[in-house]
């Protein structure tokens, strides 16, 4: 069975750090693209990274230079660090094979002192 688990969320505060994992079982990612999306309460869900199975990387505008997306697909997971928290980070993040509506259940981040 298809299936993509995220996990890290948690709580940090303005300025900290935090590490998403996207695990995927019952296929191998290496030949998908993957993406990182998030939606905040209220507001429709936005795409954070994306990252080809070339290794190419794309980032929305809000979070380059502090976000970045890999893949080891020896762990079959992909990631996404994060840096500089803000509090309008907050959101559910999710992961989904891109071209499919296969999306994980996603995790809770939330940047708040």
């Known amino acids: 069975q298809l299936q993509l688990v995220e996990s890290g969320g948690g709580l940090v505060q303005p300025g900290g750090s935090l590490r998403l994992s996207c695990a995927a079982s019952?296929?191998?990612?290496?030949?998908?693209?993957i993406g990182w999306f998030r939606q905040a309460p209220g507001k429709q869900r936005e795409s954070v990274a994306l990252?080809?199975?070339?290794?190419?990387?794309n980032y929305a505008d809000s979070v380059k230079g502090r976000f970045a997306i890999s893949r080891d697909n020896v762990k079959n997971t992909v990631y996404l660090q994060m840096n500089s928290l803000k509090p309008e980070d907050t959101a559910v993040y999710y992961c989904?094979?891109?071209?499919?509506?296969?999306w994980g259940q996603g995790t809770q981040v939330t940047v708040s002192s």
């Open positions: 990252i080809s199975s070339r290794g190419d990387t």
């Open positions: 019952g296929f191998t990612l290496d030949y998908y693209n």
């Open positions: 989904k094979i891109l071209g499919t509506t296969y």
